[in-house]
Nanobody, 129 residues
Framework: QVQLVESGGGLVQAGGSLRLSCAAS????????MGWFRQAPGKEREFVAV????????SYADSVKGRFTISRDNANDMVYLQMNGLKPDDTAIYYC??????????????????????WGQGTQVTVSS
């Protein structure tokens, strides 16, 4: 079964840090553009960050720019999201997603969830004030 599995979520105080991980299972995602999205209760899923298949290009939502860092380890088929300076507004379920089609990391489609083919089940991040 082809899937992405997120881990690393949890409860943290405002100002704290978490590192989310996304592991590939069933196939390799080394050649895929990988993204992180999040969905808070009662809100639509929103784009957080994206990374090119080589890891040389990244793009972030304005709300996390300067605080979050996306990275990948293609040797181990892993993608990460380092989250620093967490705020209560960052509370959400965080999803890892893969796009197997050509996708410009800095283009408008990179932030569109419909561009992505495979999704993980998500990991809960809760930031207390």
């Amino acid at each position: 079964q082809v899937q992405l599995v997120e881990s690393g979520g949890g409860l943290v105080q405002a100002g704290g840090s978490l590192r989310l991980s996304c592991a590939a299972s069933g196939r390799s995602f080394r050649s895929s553009v990988m993204g992180w999205f999040r969905q808070a209760p009662g809100k639509e899923r929103e784009f957080v960050a994206v990374i090119s298949w080589r890891g040389s290009r990244t793009s972030y939502a304005d709300s996390v720019k300067g605080r979050f860092t996306i990275s990948r380890d293609n040797a181990n088929d892993m993608v990460y999201l380092q989250m620093n300076g967490l705020k209560p507004d960052d509370t959400a379920i965080y999803y890892c997603a893969a796009c197997d089609s050509p996708l410009a990391v800095n283009g408008p489609d990179a932030g569109n969830s419909r561009s992505y083919d495979t999704w993980g089940q998500g990991t809960q991040v809760t930031v207390s004030s």
